[in-house]
T-cell receptor, first 115, second 112 residues
């Protein structure tokens, strides 16, 4: 079955520290992978996506993610966190199923940033 | 946000009443989706549409119906709201080629 696991429900980091949010997926074919961010009271904004090619992808707001097929992972990283990065982060795998594009989401990781 | 709006943004309703949420997009996306977001579950697909008058069920469709009479509008109806349908509802839109979905700002629905 297709699934996405985000092992960390909550993460707290200090401003300026590095960040890594974990994402593991289960999908039978080559996955399309996404990271979305949701600020409080807001909708979801796409941070970055992986479809094919270079396994290290760059996104907006200084984020990057690395696709590792052998580990079924797509971890999100940022070298230096800003207070404005406090939000909830969702990893998703995109599948073409029954004639439509399906997004399967993880449960999310809530990031808190200490000043 | 790719031109996706939702209305209302907040609604409180009583158990047993009908509720309709509206999603409107301006980018002519073929596919539209309704999700609900609950703590610990991420987003779960309720229904989706692959064209005008073409809709199908997602993974949590019980108690919900949808309609799409125009490309730009996708309506979600709760025929008789229950407390278990208290949630935040997100609309999304996208196309076949990219598999990417663009999300609206959400509607917070409380059923008392």
């Amino acid at each position: 079955a297709q699934s996405v696991t985000q092992p960390d429900i909550h993460i707290t980091v200090s401003e300026g520290a590095s960040l890594e949010l974990r994402c593991n997926y289960s999908y039978g074919a080559t996955p399309y992978l996404f990271w979305y961010v949701q600020s409080p009271g807001q909708g979801l904004q796409l941070l970055l996506k992986y479809f094919s090619g270079d396994t290290l992808v760059q996104g907006i707001k200084g984020f990057e993610a690395e696709f590792k097929r052998s580990q079924s992972s797509f971890n999100l990283r940022k070298p230096s966190v800003h207070w404005s990065d406090a939000a909830e982060y969702f990893c998703a795998v995109g599948a073409r199923t029954g004639g439509y594009n399906k997004l399967i989401f993880g449960a999310g990781t809530r990031l808190a940033v200490h000043p | 946000d790719a031109g996706i709006t939702q209305s209302p943004r907040h609604k409180v309703t009583e158990t047993g009443t009908p509720v309709t949420l509206r999603c409107h997009q301006t980018e002519n996306h073929r596919y539209m989706y309704w999700y609900r977001q609950d703590p610990g579950h991420g987003l779960r697909l309720i229904h989706y549409s692959y064209g005008v008058k073409d809709t199908d069920k997602g993974e949590v469709s019980d108690g919900y119906s949808v309609s799409r009479s125009k490309t730009e509008d996708f309506l979600l109806t709760l025929e008789s709201a229950t407390s278990s349908q208290t949630s935040v509802y997100f609309c999304a839109a996208g196309d076949a080629s990219s598999r990417e979905q663009y999300f609206g700002p959400g509607t917070r629905l409380t059923v008392t």
